[in-house]
């Protein structure tokens, strides 16, 4: 099984709006399944800041080891 993921939005009818790119590599007529993910109060901004934190801990991190490295010569 293959999974794709990507954000669409629901219409005011209730229909998902898939995106236009990937149209060609779903398989036409044929069931899906589905996980649909809706985020809470607050969340979204969360989502948002979630690559800013990992990046910045990581870089303090990796900044950390090179200090270690340092001392232990």
Same mark, same amino acid.
């Not at 990046?55 to 232990?72: I, L, R, T």
């Given at each position: ?38 985020? &809470? ?14 990046? &910045? ?17």
């Amino acid at each position: 099984m293959k999974a794709y993921e990507f954000t669409a939005e629901i219409t005011a009818e209730g229909a998902i709006l898939l995106p236009s790119e990937l149209a060609p590599v779903l398989p036409a007529g044929q069931p899906l399944r589905l996980l649909i993910l809706v985020p &809470e109060d607050g969340e979204a901004q969360r989502e948002e800041e979630w690559p800013k934190l990992t990046a &910045e801990e990581f870089y303090a991190a990796v900044a950390g080891a090179g200090a270690e490295e340092e001392q232990a010569q």
